[in-house]
């Protein structure tokens, strides 16, 4: 029987498969530097003029270059939520977002079964890697997240789906390394979850099919990169759209914030191209105190640019890791757009994202210390912090983890491919 392990991620995904006998991640892409990479961005750009759809760094670039089209990202946080049997406009056809993330899980496997060729030639079981809650707080919300996603997995042409939890795996993948019995607390800080598994690792169960007697908690929460982002877009770009700008003759009142809400959240910010919403902008002009940046937000929406400003935050995030300051070039978004006013860039620094992103990491810190209560454990009690997932690079994140456990070894995993190469161990367990 063939199998892979599936990592459908919020921001990126993975594919592990046997190759000649071996564990290997399937290369998916191609970057700008033209190095294959074992990544495909989650997303998906729906070409207007050509009718074709493309996926990862390809949508997103033909996106960015100002193609006609419809580009869909984080499609994984649909999964949970009330909008998960929503459908949406594209062209001139509405489509299930189950059958969108079908497109993308179909593309996966596709490159998958080109990639093991000649060895096998379909196939047939998967582990997909799921947060410990696509809900944390409705479970049938949480069910049904699962079910949707092993119906569509199914769909696309997997005969056995089956679900391990991301941290999970991740401990798996790294338990390849260890030499002797330890208590370790894997971290996996993703776009849109941070989870968190206690778990007792050894070198000589690590092929047993069965852990539970190994097993201490999983845990998690909803939180992480896209939030991160959204936070950051609020706190230091919305402002320049009029975020928090008095209205005239009406004393404590504001512009909406709900427009900014979503105009920082991936999912939600196709919502506001909408026509009715233009209209509704409009008539605040009278009563704005500064019509710049009404008319800057306006603009921005008539020429569809929410996604393209997303992504200039997400890229200020994560050029804040190495820098004290980036810049959201807002000239270069505006740059073919005509404006009744005059644009400025704007510089985001360090101090605006830990300010930004305190909050949200104390909740994730908190989490982190329920799953120790939930295994009766200290913090002293661990031997390993193992960190996986793109938002561990953050520096905040990592200083938090120093501090909560100095004493700890830490050991750094594969951003990007830890999961996946575990989701694979798990399939090879149960399906070889
Ligand atoms: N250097 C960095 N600093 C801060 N954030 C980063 C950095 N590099 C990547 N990220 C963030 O990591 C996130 C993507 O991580 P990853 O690919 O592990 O998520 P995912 O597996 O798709 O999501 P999830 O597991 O939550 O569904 C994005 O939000 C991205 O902005
Ligand atoms: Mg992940």
């Known amino acids: 029987?063939?199998?892979?392990?599936?990592?459908?991620?919020?921001?990126?995904?993975?594919?592990?498969?046997?190759?000649?006998?071996?564990?290997?991640?399937?290369?998916?892409?191609?970057?700008?530097?033209?190095?294959?990479?074992?990544?495909?961005?989650?997303?998906?750009?729906?070409?207007?003029?050509?009718?074709?759809?493309?996926?990862?760094?390809?949508?997103?670039?033909?996106?960015?270059?100002?193609?006609?089209?419809?580009?869909?990202?984080?499609?994984?946080?649909?999964?949970?939520?009330?909008?998960?049997?929503?459908?949406?406009?594209?062209?001139?056809?509405?489509?299930?977002?189950?059958?969108?993330?079908?497109?993308?899980?179909?593309?996966?496997?596709?490159?998958?079964?080109?990639?093991?060729?000649?060895?096998?030639?379909?196939?047939?079981?998967?582990?997909?890697?799921?947060?410990?809650?696509?809900?944390?707080?409705?479970?049938?919300?949480?069910?049904?997240?699962?079910?949707?996603?092993?119906?569509?997995?199914?769909?696309?042409?997997?005969?056995?789906?089956?679900?391990?939890?991301?941290?999970?795996?991740?401990?798996?993948?790294?338990?390849?390394?260890?030499?002797?019995?330890?208590?370790?607390?894997?971290?996996?800080?993703?776009?849109?979850?941070?989870?968190f598994t206690l778990i007792r690792l050894s070198p000589d169960r690590h092929r047993n099919a069965d852990r539970k007697s190994d097993f201490l908690a999983n845990h998690g929460i909803h939180l992480g990169g896209t939030d991160f982002d959204r936070r950051l877009s609020v706190a230091g770009i919305m402002p320049e759209f009029g975020y928090g700008m008095p209205l005239k003759d009406r004393p404590g009142l504001n512009m909406p914030g709900h427009y900014y809400f979503d105009l920082a959240t991936w999912h939600k910010i196709h919502l506001l191209y909408d026509r009715r919403v233009l209209m509704e902008l409009e008539d605040f002009r009278p009563m704005v105190s500064d019509k710049n940046k009404l008319d800057q937000l306006i603009a921005l929406l008539a020429h569809r640019r929410g996604h393209q400003l997303a992504s200039f935050v997400e890229q200020a995030k994560i050029d804040l890791s190495n820098n004290s300051e980036a810049l959201v070039d807002l000239k270069l978004l505006f740059k073919d757009i005509e404006t009744r006013t005059s644009i400025n860039n704007c510089t985001l620094?360090?101090?605006?994202?830990?300010?930004?992103?305190?909050?949200?990491?104390?909740?994730?810190?908190?989490?982190?210390?329920?799953?120790?209560?939930?295994?009766?454990?200290?913090?002293?009690?661990?031997?390993?912090?193992?960190?996986?997932?793109?938002?561990?690079a953050l520096p905040m994140i990592q200083a938090r983890i120093e501090s909560a456990f100095p004493a700890a070894r830490r050991v750094a995993g594969d951003l990007y491919n830890s999961v996946g190469s575990g989701l694979l161990m798990e399939a090879e367990l149960r399906y070889r």
């Open 1 to 195: 029987m063939t199998f892979c392990g599936l990592d459908f991620g919020t921001s990126n995904s993975t594919i592990g498969v046997l190759k000649n006998n071996a564990h290997t991640m399937v290369p998916l892409e191609r970057d700008p530097a033209n190095d294959w990479q074992t990544t495909l961005p989650s997303a998906l750009f729906f070409g207007f003029e050509d009718d074709q759809v493309s996926f990862g760094r390809k949508a997103i670039g033909r996106y960015t270059s100002g193609e006609a089209g419809r580009l869909l990202r984080s499609m994984k946080s649909l999964l949970g939520s009330s909008f998960m049997d929503d459908s949406t406009q594209v062209k001139n056809r509405f489509y299930k977002f189950d059958e969108i993330i079908g497109f993308f899980i179909s593309s996966l496997r596709r490159q998958a079964e080109a990639f093991v060729q000649p060895d096998t030639t379909a196939l047939e079981s998967v582990v997909i890697g799921r947060p410990v809650y696509f809900n944390d707080t409705d479970p049938a919300l949480d069910r049904a997240a699962e079910e949707h996603l092993a119906a569509i997995a199914r769909i696309a042409g997997f005969k056995n789906v089956s679900f391990q939890f991301e941290p999970m795996a991740a401990a798996l993948d790294y338990e390849r390394q260890v030499v002797a019995e330890e208590v370790a607390l894997i971290i996996d800080i993703g776009g849109g979850t941070s989870d």
């Open 349 to 392: 620094n360090e101090h605006q994202l830990q300010q930004s992103l305190r909050f949200d990491i104390d909740r994730i810190f908190t989490t982190l210390d329920e799953t120790l209560k939930m295994a009766g454990l200290t913090r002293k009690s661990i031997d390993t912090v193992f960190t996986t997932g793109g938002s561990t």
